[in-house]
């Protein structure tokens, strides 16, 4: 990783005070922000001055719905669509982030041609001309390259596109696709078939790679179904089961109750011998492996509440086993759902992308349209993408920042952002959804992917245009108006897609060949195309606490043996090819395999994301495979400038997270002897409860408060000095080896405890107690002497050592909360100004607070509701009913600081606290 | 050995160190009083407005209700302000042909906000909800003063953290009806000022009483 000079954080503040300008003007909105502007929509919030609209965000070309709460106008904070059934109310980093990428100052703002900047009516010009030569030719030598397509609009223009030019073609590339599943499918039914787990039903799931916990457009639909299988298990008695066979550690591997570190040349034969020990019929090879005939008969035992999920890197055969074992089992209708994939179209998208790169070589493409791609960062470059794209002549780029493809096509379209555009999308079970934009466009010369399909076939449509088109058709004149607002205002627009039941084809089982068991490079997705959003860089990744960069993961010791201590710097080659990087051991790696996170080392990816990490993409195969043997590591005996979090701020370890087995309980928390006087908490008393059992430790809470209290970037040189200003941080337990659960998640917010050792040691009182039990940090009386951070034993208060007011104050600000200032300390507040908007609203309404009516933005994001937050007080509330729960404990209770956020223990098979 | 400094030197010095203590006894004297003072606070200062609009014009000739313009007041934190539609829904009509209106034109034009300038505008860290106020008998004149005599609109009140207290502290005295929040009282106007700072509550620090209206999360974010 290259140094970060302190100039180039301080250049991002003056770029976003820029931007803000910019953004100001575009929005027109330079006067007091008590002034709305026109909508697109009925408004789902009460008032004007803070509608929420309901809109659907693309991962990986899937949608999940969100709800984008506006206040003048202006996309300040998004949230979970309830009612879309990907979202369920909570959201991913991906989307709590997508705010910040919206207000990016660094996004691309001009049509360009050769990097200069150029009217619109320029581009206008071109495509005419470029529309009259691909009519003549029948549309040979036109070629689309697109990111997945699953929205129904842009699947009909692109299919217009190529019945009106015969000889055009499509291709589709994503870096984190999994061809192999597609391959799989096709060879055990024959046709392409999404697997919908259901993992609430599931009562035993074995994982072969899946990581259905981890990020990804699903994540939070399973996410979701899997917490709530464990809430059902435990009330029960009877817990869910989950095995996990992987090489790179995973979410979902650091919540299993087994999991086994699996080499990639074994997952076959793994696989197999489960197989082989569930007797599923059709075996063409047999396989052997120690742990498969318990997880067969824990799968057995299930029966049709068995699943098996195979995951990305595993090889075709692994995936068309993975199928037949459900078939097997009798799983598909009780834990998961087979249907029609969401994309328009799936296919191979590493062969898509290589066959546009051949027929570029090839002198057989004229005219290149990379629509919302960037084959440039993101396509292994082994393949050459870059020398053939030089051979096309007319080629346009379309995307939201000038990025690494931008700079080598000869047009540049910026596209806007899917918060200010018209769109449709599906999301991974089908359901469509329409995007509506929430906000005036802020990039005035932006044009969507839309407008760009339909100037290929005449006068440019616009999308709102192009999307109505689309449903016109779907639902017919008759009730178009009535369903399109429904749809707006609901965020969705329709049914899952039905299931189907294929049949398995009786020579499904196509063996690969075996992999050499040498070392192993293991690619695995990282923040990738977000990397020029800086709460995701700064956002400490779950399990390895690296941030503002990555580094290849080593078992420790693999690491050991190739004398690389954590932070050294590695040459690694692979094929001829070499790149260096940082190493990090990491426990739970398989041995023999490294894993290389993909997205790094950018090139093009403005202040923020340029040159962080390593990029992967420079040693990946040029057929994109996900697994990649004979990997040379070698130590250059040089250091790596690493930002890594996870020592800065961690409690002592003793007991800090009880783990129970099932049915068995902690002492209650009884408030102990205390040198403070009592104090009765008579009206409200406000107190949290956190489920670490539920705790996948994906960092939404940790963004969503990061976004919902204007919490500052500090970039990685501060970050490094543990000068990182997050109010909500997630520290990570590792479980010694061979234990279940990998690791167990805790997230630290403020403890407000009730006899908190912050306030008594304040000299000037800035930090005082208030009536309802909330440790209330007033901002303007400090003086900034850091003691109350000294004293508190959980290290949840963080100090403004900069001044980030001026970078913090644009248009996606949240007004709901005060811009702290240089030299005062701050921390979480229970996000006091949603308490303060709920009492109001109720004593508007003349009526008392209902129980759950305030939400906090962590409790909200959480994909699996391990958040609780109420009045202690209030008579059958939720938060006191956890804390009466037998599982409930206090962080670090001995110091009798009477934490009003407690933890719910973690329930682990077979083990004791 | 000599003395190194006269009797008089030294009467010298005593003088100087005698003024100097007075003059900075002086300077902080003027300064507490001056922040004290309604200029500090910008009391009667008029604020520079896109259209030169008149309360006692609108308010006060006319007679409109302050919920025209105002219309959030009784539902929302914000009262709002006019848009270009409000003004020319009368303005399309009467009093038409004025250049003034300008601004008025462009918005409508552009879609844009008209650009007024806040005369009462609160600190970034200071939460205030309007329809909290008036549901609890708060009149609009107890903070904004006999806004329908004002040609141009100026604060009356300091709208100071002490000056919020003083009634916080003491709510009932300036609590009328809900029902007559909105109504208009030429008579009336803010209660007499009570004592500020440490006279109006001499040990409030070690205070039992915390009412819920004085605490600090109640008002500040």
């Known amino acids: ?913 | 050995m000599p003395q190194v400094f006269s009797p008089r030197s030294d009467r010298r010095l005593r003088l100087a160190l005698s003024i100097g203590a007075a003059m900075l006894l002086l300077i902080l004297a003027v300064g507490f009083a001056y922040a004290r003072s309604g200029a500090a606070w910008a009391v009667g200062k008029p604020a520079a407005q896109p259209i030169p609009f008149s309360h006692a014009v609108h308010a006060g000739g006319l007679g409109l209700d302050c919920r025209f313009c105002h219309a959030g007041v009784e539902q929302a934190a914000a009262a709002g302000m006019p848009t270009a539609e409000t003004c020319l829904g009368c303005h399309s009509r009467v009093w038409t042909v004025t250049p003034q209106f300008a601004p008025l034109a462009t918005a409508l034009a552009r879609g844009t906000p008209v650009e007024w300038s806040s005369v009462h505008r609160l600190p970034d860290h200071v939460r205030f909800h309007h329809a909290a106020h008036v549901r609890s008998g708060v009149t609009c004149q107890t903070c904004h003063g006999p806004v329908w005599e004002m040609p141009r609109t100026v604060k009356t009140e300091t709208l100071s953290m002490g000056w919020c207290l003083d009634c916080h502290r003491d709510p009932a005295s300036r609590q009328g009806p809900a029902d007559q929040a909105l109504a208009r009282d030429p008579a009336g106007g803010p209660p007499p000022d009570r004592p500020f700072g440490l006279a109006a509550r001499p040990v409030m620090h070690q205070g039992i009483e915390v009412s819920p209206l004085t605490r600090c999360s109640t008002c500040h974010r």
């Open chain 1, 1 to 913: 990783m290259p140094p970060h000079p302190m100039g180039e954080t301080a250049g991002r503040r003056d770029v976003l005070l820029m931007g803000a300008s910019v953004a100001l003007a575009a929005a027109g909105c330079d006067g007091p922000d008590e002034h709305g502007h026109p909508l697109h929509a009925r408004p789902r919030g009460v008032a004007a001055e803070d509608a929420s609209y309901a809109t659907v965000l693309d991962l990986e070309g899937l949608g999940r719905g969100v709800l984008v709460r506006t206040r003048a106008g202006h996309a300040v904070k998004l949230e979970g669509n309830p009612q879309h059934p990907a979202s369920l109310g909570a959201t991913d980093i991906f989307a709590e982030a997508a705010v910040l990428s919206l207000h990016d100052p660094e996004r691309s703002r001009r049509i360009r041609r050769d990097g200069a900047p150029l009217p619109p009516a320029e581009l206008d010009a071109a495509l005419a001309e470029a529309r009259a030569a691909l009519r003549t030719a029948g549309g040979a030598g036109l070629r689309l390259l697109t990111g997945p397509i699953a929205s129904p609009t842009l699947a009909r223009l692109i299919g217009e596109v190529l019945a009106a030019y015969p000889g055009a073609r499509w291709h589709q590339h994503d870096p984190l696709a999994d061809d192999a599943a597609l391959a799989g499918a096709m060879a055990a039914f024959g046709r392409p078939v999404a697997v919908l787990p259901d993992l609430g039903r599931a009562r035993a799931v074995l994982c072969l790679g899946a990581d259905p916990l981890g990020p990804g457009p699903a994540q939070l639909r399973q996410a979701r179904d899997w917490s709530s299988g464990r809430r059902e298990g435990r009330a029960a008695g009877r817990m869910p089961r989950l095995f996990v066979a992987e090489a790179s550690p995973s979410l979902t591997g650091a919540r299993a109750d087994r999991r086994i570190p699996l080499h990639p040349a074994e997952a076959e034969g793994f696989a197999r011998a489960v197989a082989a020990a569930l007797g599923v019929p059709g075996l063409a090879r047999q396989g052997a492996h120690p742990e498969a005939a318990g997880i067969a008969a824990a799968l057995r035992e299930a029966g049709p509440a068995g699943l098996v999920l195979a995951g990305r890197g595993q090889p075709p055969a692994v995936h068309a086993l993975a199928l037949a074992m459900n078939q097997a089992l009798g799983a598909p209708g009780t834990s998961l759902r087979l249907t029609v994939p969401p994309l328009a179209q799936p296919e191979p998208m590493a062969a898509s992308l290589a066959g546009l790169t051949s027929a570029m070589a090839a002198n057989e493409v004229t005219h290149l349209l990379v629509l919302g791609a960037n084959p440039l960062a993101e396509a292994p470059a082994a393949l050459g993408f870059a020398a053939a794209l030089r051979r096309v002549g007319f080629t346009l780029h379309a995307g939201q920042w000038v990025d690494e493809t931008a700079h080598a096509c000869r047009w540049h379209v910026p596209l806007p952002h899917p918060l200010e555009a018209w769109g449709d999308a599906r999301a991974s079970c089908g359901t469509p959804a329409i995007r509506q934009p929430v906000t005036l466009p802020l990039v005035e010369a932006a044009r969507g992917e839309a407008e760009l399909l339909s100037a290929l076939l005449g006068p440019p449509q616009t999308a709102r245009a192009a999307v109505a088109n689309t449903w016109r058709t779907a639902w017919g004149e008759a009730d178009f108006e009535s369903r399109w607002d429904a749809a707006l205002e609901a965020g969705i627009a329709g049914e899952p897609a039905p299931a189907i039941a294929p049949a398995l084809r009786p020579d499904w089982d196509r063996p690969g060949e075996a992999a050499p068991a040498t070392l192993t490079a293991v690619f695995a997705p990282d923040i990738g195309p977000e990397a020029q959003n800086a709460w995701l860089q700064e956002m400490p990744r779950p399990l390895t606490g690296l941030a503002w960069g990555n580094a290849a993961l080593f078992d420790p010791l693999t690491a050991a043996t190739l004398g690389l201590a954590p932070g050294d710097e590695a040459e690694l080659t692979l094929e001829g090819r070499q790149v260096l990087a940082a190493c990090w051991p990491v426990p739970g790696q398989a041995p023999g395999c490294v894993t290389l996170p993909l997205g790094g080392g950018r090139r093009a990816a403005g202040a923020v994301g340029t040159g962080r990490g390593f990029d992967a993409n420079r040693l990946r195969p040029a057929d994109g495979a996900w697994a990649a043997p004979g990997l040379a590591v070698r130590a250059t005996g040089r250091r790596a400038a690493l930002v890594a979090t996870q020592a800065h701020h961690r409690p002592d370890e003793a007991g800090a997270v009880p783990r129970l087995a099932p049915g068995e309980a902690l002492a209650p928390i009884q408030p102990g002897a205390s040198l403070h006087p009592d104090w009765a908490y008579e009206g409200r008393a406000w107190a949290m409860s956190i489920d670490v059992d539920a705790c996948i430790g994906c960092n939404a809470c940790a963004i969503a408060c990061q976004a919902e209290n204007n919490v500052p970037v500090v970039g990685p040189e501060e970050l490094a000095r543990g000068r990182g200003m997050h109010w909500l941080r997630i520290d990570r337990y590792d479980a010694p080896p061979a234990a279940p659960a990998a690791a167990s998640f805790q997230p630290v917010p403020c403890m407000h405890c009730e006899k908190a050792p912050c306030e008594p040691v304040c000299p000037v009182n800035a930090t005082v107690h208030d009536s309802e039990g909330l440790n209330v940090m007033v901002h303007a009386r400090c003086v900034g002497t850091r003691t109350c951070s000294n004293n508190c034993p959980y290290k949840v208060r963080r100090f403004n050592w900069d001044d980030h007011r001026r970078a913090l104050d644009t248009p996606r600000r949240n007004p709901e909360v005060a811009l702290r200032p240089r030299g005062v300390m701050e921390k979480c507040t229970y996000c006091s100004h949603r308490i303060t908007a709920a009492r109001t609203q109720a004593g508007l309404e003349g009526r008392a607070l209902r129980d759950g009516e305030v939400e906090t933005a962590c409790q909200r994001a959480c994909p699996t509701q391990a958040i609780t937050f109420g009045d202690l007080n209030a008579p059958g509330s939720a938060v006191a009913a956890l804390r009466r729960d037998g599982r409930s404990y206090a962080l670090l209770g001995h110091l009798e600081t009477r934490p009003r956020t407690t933890y719910l223990a973690q329930t682990v098979p077979g083990e004791t606290a």
